[in-house]
């Protein structure tokens, strides 16, 4: 009999419970006890879900009161000594300071959790980090699972990950520790990362943990070991074995999961580690069931995870049926189904939908669904087949097959022309009439703009008034010309400022959008969006994205009047402001019926029409804002190329439908190019602005020594602060930035868009840029002259 489970749910609960909790708490509105006890509800719901559904075990652990790396280390007593908490009695209040920081501590570092868009915070280590146990928040979880009545698999982080995504630390400000940070060569020239060093003292506090779940009668530990999906260095490969050997003798049954990718290089190394099974994700790593079920030893589980836990579709149960009937008589009870990883990354019930018409609503399958979609397998495997296996199971499976079948012919989904399009897309396409040179020969003859161009990367302060008019108008209650001319008004006010500052490029200010992705998302076909969607994104933030159904297409213009209308005001030149065919993609849930690549490249042909269109209006400089470019990058760096090739390509197509003299900017955030600047420099976008100020511009450096080729404007101040970056900052920065990039080659600008900061800092902080720009180019011009 194949047993069912899933490797973790969404905490959050179905209408953001633990989100208003948390905050009411931290605000001070509701006690510790209030907030423990919408824990203990949302807990006790998920599980009865969860066995409700049918699965063979509850997972307990996956809960967290902020984040799952944090709780970690809180069980494990290994959080930053900097903040001085004694790990045994960690409080609710300090476990939040560690996350949020407080008076005297800055808070722990935020990464994002491998590809997802899930955040997690890093855990600080240093030469000494001990693991003498913490908190005792899970066995009471443990506890309460148990009092339930349910059967309890524990999930854990396991101990390599954890240590691989922790950070050594050098002091107590939690700074990097340079030193330490590089690799040390040893005497066989093998490289051993110094986090290694750790690696008795991270077993000996999973040891004492083991061995307390043993006592409190957990049945399976699944210990999550996702860095396996990467390309992992050979020292961490190496450190599986002897880890887990070391585990195992006062250890409940581990089963060790792997998930976001393939494993196959580690086949051989799975099939020998001493644990009871090993779970493999199907979805992400499909081709790699034969690798690793040949030779699987006799007396181990393999789990393997077939329901998509990164994406909201309803599965094609009959195909995966058919993959997993011939291992059941290989595996017998060995074998487990599951989700491919933890339910973490979809919304958690599409019966909160009601946004959603029944057509779309049949296609999708929410965390909750998906509990019923592995039972359904489960069963189906565990009788013969169908129609004996039991009323809900069948169910699902006929709603399976009515949705793929309808998937496959609904007009909503299949757009001629838009496969029309498709087809019609020749290389010419992706390229620009001329080269740079050309091109910014003819652009600068048009806008003779000065040295060191100054502009902004689109949006201005988003003030509550600009709020309650975009929701007033969305809720019915102004109409559309009241509302236009609000909207108008503001960037009337926008442009009137920039005007003031004496800024070279001006923007509108995006007041009509709320969002970058679901402003465009809402004007094109093919996108739907939920009225309850929420994902967890990190602490108490969660995001709702969109759902991309079917073939993308524009129906008309998105943006074109706004742009225009803002060009009436003024003679200097207003940038256009779209976000790019990439990170409309990447901060989006996409249909799994065809490759990402194609759904970029309909996206692409979307906003190629916007583009020109926008040209034919007048607007002479358009940015493509890719935020989200780097973020796509595959986990493993032997399928970057391949990626990169086609995300540049859908930048290009969706640029490069226009003349000469209009210039293409790009924006993206996080500037860590060095490795992929090849590609940057392949979007051939006439401007790129980035983020380098809290880098100090180290981060420009990469681009200087590749000489990259196009203009560039590195962020001379960062917008995450409300702090006012003075003139003699920002100079400095610029003629940091002077040593690498060609003087006719600068731009200068702020970071990142403005909306989340307020005006009267906003406006200091461009009116000190300003200056120090103008300071640049008078001297600059007077070398030039006296040259
Ligand atoms: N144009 C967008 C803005 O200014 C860019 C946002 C971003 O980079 N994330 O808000
Ligand atoms: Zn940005």
């Known amino acids: 009999m194949a047993l069912a489970h899933v490797l973790g749910f969404p905490r959050i609960g179905a209408q953001r419970e633990l989100k208003f909790a948390q905050e009411s708490f931290w605000q001070g509105v509701t006690n510790e006890a209030a907030l423990r006890e919408t824990g203990a509800l949302l807990r006790a719901r998920h599980w009865k879900a969860q066995a409700d559904a049918g699965l063979d075990f509850v997972t307990v652990g996956d809960f967290a009161w902020y984040d799952q790396v944090l709780g970690t280390l809180a069980l494990l007593g290994a959080i930053p000594a900097r903040f001085g908490f004694v790990p045994q009695r960690l409080t609710l209040v300090e476990y939040f300071t560690l996350a949020r920081g407080g008076k005297q501590h800055f808070a722990m570092e935020m990464t994002k959790w491998f590809d997802t868009n899930y955040h997690y915070l890093v855990p600080e280590w240093k030469a000494d980090t001990e693991f003498n146990g913490g908190v005792d928040w899970l066995f009471e979880e443990i506890a309460e699972a148990q009092a339930l009545g349910y059967r309890v698999k524990v999930a854990l982080i396991g101990p390599l990950t954890l240590l691989y995504l922790g950070k050594m630390k050098a002091n107590d400000r939690g700074e990097l520790d340079n030193k330490v940070e590089t690799k040390v060569e040893t005497k066989v020239e093998t490289k051993v990362d110094p986090k290694l060093a750790l690696l008795p003292n991270i077993i000996a506090g999973y040891k004492k943990l083991l061995a307390q779940l043993q006592v409190s009668g957990v049945e399976v530990v699944q210990i999550d070991e996702p860095i396996l999906a990467l390309e992992l260095e050979n020292d961490w490969v190496q450190a599986f074995p002897p880890t887990y050997a070391a585990l195992k003798p006062a250890a409940p049954p581990l089963l060790l999961t792997t998930y976001f990718g393939e494993v196959k290089a580690h086949a051989a190394l ?318 989006s849930f996409v249909r799994d019926d065809q490759p990402r690549e194609t759904t970029a490249l309909q996206i692409a042909l979307a906003l190629r029409d916007e583009v020109r269109d926008l040209e034919r209006a007048g607007i002479g400089m358009i940015q493509i804002d890719e935020p989200a470019f780097r973020e796509g990058l595959p986990l493993k760096a032997s399928e970057w190329k391949h990626y990169l090739d086609w995300a540049v390509r859908a930048f290009r197509i969706s640029a490069a439908g226009v003349a000469d003299e209009t210039q293409i900017h790009t924006h993206m955030c996080y500037s860590e190019f060095n490795d992929i600047l090849p590609w940057i420099a392949a979007m051939d976008a006439d401007v790129i602005t980035i983020e380098t100020s809290r880098s100090d511009m180290k981060l420009l450096n990469g681009f200087g020594a590749f000489s990259y080729p196009n203009d560039i404007g590195p962020g001379v101040y960062d917008i995450h602060s409300p702090r006012v970056a003075q003139v003699d900052e920002m100079e400095r920065l610029l003629r940091k930035a002077r040593g690498v990039i060609p003087d006719r080659r600068l731009w200068v600008n702020p970071d990142c868009g403005l909306k989340t900061r307020g005006w009267p800092e906003t406006y200091a902080a461009l009116e000190n840029m300003v200056t120090a720009a103008r300071r640049l180019r008078a001297e600059v011009e007077a070398e030039l002259k006296a040259a």
């Open 270 to 587: 799975l099939r020998g580690l001493p644990v009871m099974g090993v779970h493999v994700d199907l979805v992400r790593g499909a081709d790699q069931l034969d690798t690793i079920v040949g030779e699987w030893p006799q007396d181990k589980v393999l789990s393997l995870g077939v329901i998509d836990g990164r994406n909201l579709w309803r599965c094609d149960l009959d195909s995966v049926l058919a993959r997993l009937k011939p291992l059941q008589a290989q595996l017998g009870d060995r074998l487990w189904v599951g989700s491919s990883c933890s339910l973490l990354h979809v919304p958690v019930d599409l019966k909160c939908e009601d946004k959603l018409d029944t057509e779309l609503k049949s296609w999708l399958s929410f965390a909750t669904q998906k509990l019923s979609e592995i039972v359904a397998l489960k069963l189906a495997l565990n009788t013969n087949g169908l129609s004996n296996c039991s009323k809900v199971a069948d169910a699902e499976f006929i709603a399976s097959r009515a949705a793929l079948a309808s998937r496959k012919i609904s007009s909503r989904i299949h757009n001629r022309l838009v496969q029309k399009r498709l087809d019609s897309i020749t290389e010419a396409d992706a390229q620009r009439v001329s080269q740079f040179n050309t091109r910014i020969d003819k652009q600068q003859a048009k806008w003779n703009l000065p040295l060191f161009p100054t502009t902004t990367i689109g949006s201005f302060p988003q003030t509550q008034e600009i709020r309650i008019s975009r929701a007033a108008y969305k809720r019915g209650d102004i109409g559309h010309l009241d509302y236009l001319d609000k909207m108008r008004n503001e960037i009337r006010l926008v442009v009137q400022k920039q005007e003031e500052l004496g800024l070279d490029v001006l923007v509108h200010g995006e007041p009509e959008r709320n969002d970058m992705v679901e402003y465009f998302g809402e004007q094109l076909w093919g996108y739907a969006f939920t009225a309850n969607g929420w994902v967890q994104s990190y602490g108490s933030r969660c995001v709702k994205p969109p759902i991309i159904y079917g073939d993308v297409y524009r129906p008309e213009a998105m943006t074109v009047g706004w742009s225009q209308f803002a060009q009436t005001l003024t003679d200097k030149p207003m940038k256009g402001m779209l976000t790019g065919p990439v990170t409309m993609l990447q901060w």
